[in-house]
């Protein structure tokens, strides 16, 4: 159903801006996803979905679909208290407060929380109780012969030895157990090999993504071997919406994290290995005409995070034929739009927009319109129409 005139006729009447996800898109863009998990569960990454009825609807659905990827500890302890389990801490934390709350848990599966040093140990250790960890490795590549990293820089643990270490410190501590190992492979999961307008680019990203998944896999499963000897692991986490298909395929792997893909953001359509349907974007309006060619949107400078450039911005989607103003870009109070279908528009009319990431736009917005079969089905709170402003 993506055309314009088909969700004009759709949220006719309905005021910009607001925000809504496509839920046939979005049950398309789950499947698509599974069967790239090539038969292993994926963890939910909510950061990626930032509405707890949506990921509630997913875990709900698919079997699939299992357990949460979180992205603090405030809101890990709040989906705890609101009935989800199975939660992953991705990111260390110095939640101090959030660390007393989750000690004093009487939970048989309280969050997990990611740790890759002994100094995080050390704070975790300050506020009592006993914890479930996880260790981070570090799955960047390392081009030049060693002098250049690719990647996030994330876990200083990169080697199986350097990983046995960590996990003999926290069996040495009291209070904690070991229960897992995680890897993110950035630099695969999250840059597409099709870059904006530069192909020779997307060969080199090509080629250092199919290196640096030879050398993941066959370093990853000596760290789980290294570690499993000093205590057996639960789960060994790994992959991204990007790096699905090749994540699945190393046997060390148990489980998968996805997110993005179920909103399929404009950073996915970069990529040569699978293709998304776009189920999340947001209506702007038009308010003002400046020229023939060009018509203002009120709003809509919703940035991504990452490095500054064009694959960051928001992009008109609906109708075709629209382009951000160069010398303006998607701004704070107004977004210029060009291109041939810029005469057609009066103030009024609605453009439709798609974010560069996925869940960062839900702190746009308090709700989701959800759409279903050419029809609302339901409006859903995102997590700051829940009052909740995690990041």
């Given amino acids: 159903m993506a055309s314009h005139e088909a969700y004009a006729a759709l949220f006719e009447g309905r005021d910009a801006p607001f925000a809504f996800v496509d839920l ?37 659905r698919d079997a699939a679909f299992r357990g949460l990827m979180t992205f603090t500890l405030a809101e890990s302890l709040w989906l705890h208290e609101l ?26 599966r309280p969050p997990v929380l990611m740790v890759d040093s002994a100094e995080q140990l050390d704070l975790i250790a300050t506020a009592g ?47 904690l157990e070991l229960v897992g190992l995680m890897g993110y492979e950035a630099h695969i999961a999250g840059v597409g090999d099709r870059p904006l307008g530069n192909r020779l680019r997307g060969r080199v990203v090509e080629l250092m993504q199919q290196r640096s998944a030879a050398e993941i896999a066959e370093r990853r499963a000596a760290a789980v071997a290294a570690v499993s000897e000093v ?12 790096s699905l298909h090749v994540t699945s395929t190393e046997s060390a792997v148990t489980e998968l994290t996805a997110g993005s893909g179920f909103y399929a953001p404009t950073l996915f359509d970069r990529y040569s290995a699978f293709r998304l349907t776009p189920a999340a974007a947001f209506a702007l309006p038009v308010v003002r005409r400046p020229g023939k060619g060009t018509a203002t949107l009120l709003g809509g400078g919703y940035i991504a995070s990452g490095a500054p450039g064009r694959d960051r911005e928001p992009r008109p989607w609906l109708p075709d034929g629209l382009e951000l103003d160069p010398q303006e870009g998607a701004g704070e109070v107004q977004t210029p739009v060009k291109g041939p279908a810029a005469p057609r528009l009066r103030v009024g009319d609605h453009v439709y927009m798609r974010h560069a990431k996925a869940g960062e736009v839900c702190e746009r917005f308090d709700s989701l319109l959800l759409v279903r079969g050419g029809e609302i089905v339901d409006e859903v709170p995102t997590y700051r129409g829940e009052g909740r402003c995690f990041l």
């Fill in 83 to 108: 009935g989800f389990d199975d939660l992953l801490l991705a990111y260390p934390t110095a939640d101090r407060e959030g660390l007393r709350a989750l000690g004093a848990l009487e939970s048989e």
């Fill in 231 to 242: 205590a057996p692991l639960q789960f060994v986490n790994g992959g991204g919406t990007g």
């Fill in 129 to 175: 109780g006993r914890f479930r960890v996880c260790l981070e490795l570090d799955l960047s590549w390392w081009a030049a012969g060693g002098r250049v990293k690719v990647g996030a820089k994330r876990s200083p643990l990169r080697t199986p030895g350097q990983a046995a270490a960590l996990a003999r410190e926290v069996a040495a501590r009291d209070g």
């Fill in 24 to 60: 046939d898109a979005l049950w398309s863009n789950a499947a698509e996803m599974k069967g790239r998990a090539g038969g292993k569960p994926v963890r939910v990454a909510s950061k990626s979905v930032r509405c707890r009825r949506l990921l509630r609807s997913i875990l709900d």
